[in-house]
């Protein structure tokens, strides 16, 4: 895509500068011959493919737009990070919502650790013709540090049975969205006590991801990204058990996370957070029961870690609900890495209680979280992961030196081994 305004042109490689360039002097007669945004890259979203645009014809086109003696703005040269809940989305389309993955690394010259490329060079060939390049040779790229072994997280805190230590929760009917506590990210939480028979959860207006649990076992989830709305059956053992003791209450938990601001178009200023019209079961509209609910922005883990001591664990075999996991490492350099999620399924990690973002390594096609060097203490560390669905089967994690932003192409590399576990 291409776009011209009233001051400048903006196009990606897939343009030819020459055209393009034209077309912005048939807008403007004088003034900047510039392209505002010459793309390097683009963005990457959760469920799609990791962006991929060629070193040799990013060059090649900076070569033939710096021939016409135009001047060019590079989108991106560095990448960047959508470290904690920073990450937009775009809905241009109703019914449309994709997701923008926590790196910002856009296939840049640059990455999101600073590190350079073969775009980076080649770019910098061409530049060479134009211009004399200092004499000194580029900086090597800088160290990055791995785990010697896998870091296990021995601390584990149930949500759901720790609520009061994330959130003040209120008794109120719904619709009740995040916007209503003035709540910008995170989570929300839902629940219900109920009895007797219950066979279909149907909720409608999922901003964006809703994960729901009975009697805390997960039904199932519901995500924006696919529909707006939609219904979950229940299992037909758990709707047997729920049948057999009409008198006995059980909970229902509905945790939706926002999954991204819309930071572009028309949508941004409806994009409400939370089950924002109704929620039905079997049928029946319960919106004006007296639900209660739990704002999370989950913007830190460390109130919990600190009363330890208080905490309630879940009873002995129960299903499992969102929980944090931490456990605590050593680390001796300064140096940049990568958190290797591989093995959990989806949710958000800290370091030092600084959010590095959220993983989603089964969908992609981003899989390591990068994390700077500048957020760790020479010594003892603390990594924590607040999974959503399910938990590595061993409670451990680990740091790498490579990132791997590119699940399809890691999984071809890797396609003889056996033990690649997502």
Excluded at 100 to 105: A, E, G, H, M
Excluded at 161 to 177: G, M
Excluded at 284 to 297: A, G, I, S, Y
Aim: with cysteine; aromatic share 12%; hydrophobic share 35%.
């Amino acid at each position: 895509s291409s776009g011209i305004n009233a001051e400048y042109g903006d196009f990606g490689p897939d343009k030819i500068p020459k055209y393009q360039l034209q077309m912005l002097r048939k807008f403007q007669n004088h003034g900047p011959f510039v392209n505002g945004e010459f793309w390097a890259g683009w963005f990457d979203e959760w469920g799609k493919g990791h962006a991929n645009v060629s070193s040799s014809i990013v060059a090649k086109r900076l070569d033939q737009m710096l021939q016409l003696n135009a001047s060019v703005n590079f989108y991106m040269f560095h990448g960047g990070t959508n470290f904690a809940y920073t990450n937009g989305a775009m809905s241009k389309i109703p019914g449309r919502f994709n997701v923008r993955v926590t790196s910002y690394d856009y296939n840049s010259p640059l990455t999101e650790a600073g590190d350079t490329t073969d775009k980076y060079f080649a770019i910098r060939d061409v530049m060479a013709k134009y211009v004399k390049l200092p004499p000194d040779p580029v900086p090597p790229n800088s160290p990055k540090w791995k785990s010697v072994a896998n870091i296990s997280l021995k601390t584990q805190i149930s949500l759901f049975d720790n609520i009061e230590q994330f959130s003040k929760c209120v008794q109120r009917t719904l619709p009740s969205l995040m916007e209503h506590f003035n709540q910008s990210d995170g989570f929300i939480l839902y629940q219900l006590q109920w009895s007797g028979q219950l066979r279909n959860i149907s909720l409608y207006g999922v901003q964006d991801r809703a994960t729901v649990f009975v009697d805390r076992q997960k039904i199932g989830s519901i995500s924006r990204m696919d529909f707006l709305n939609g219904s979950l059956i229940l299992p037909s053992d758990l709707s047997a058990k729920l049948n057999v003791r009409p008198d006995q209450s059980y909970t229902i938990s509905i945790l939706v996370e926002n999954l991204g601001r819309v930071n572009h178009g028309s949508y941004m200023g409806i994009d409400y957070k939370g089950i924002t019209f109704m929620i039905l079961l079997d049928g029946r509209n319960v919106n004006h029961e007296d639900w209660t609910v739990c704002p999370l922005p989950m913007s830190s883990v460390e109130p919990a870690l600190q009363n330890l001591a208080t905490l309630n664990f879940p009873p002995k075999g129960a299903s499992f609900t969102p929980s944090i996991f931490c456990g605590s490492f050593r680390k001796l350099t300064g140096d940049d890495t990568f958190l290797d999620p591989r093995g959990w399924e989806k949710g958000v990690a800290f370091v030092n209680d600084v959010n590095l973002g959220r993983y989603w390594p089964g969908v992609g096609p981003q899989i390591t979280l990068y994390a700077p060097g500048v957020y760790f203490k020479q010594g003892e560390n603390l990594v924590c992961l607040f999974e959503i669905e399910t938990p590595h089967e061993d409670s451990t994690v680990a740091f790498i030196d490579v990132p791997i932003l590119d699940k399809t192409s890691y999984l071809r590399k890797k396609s003889k081994e056996t033990d690649v576990n997502f």
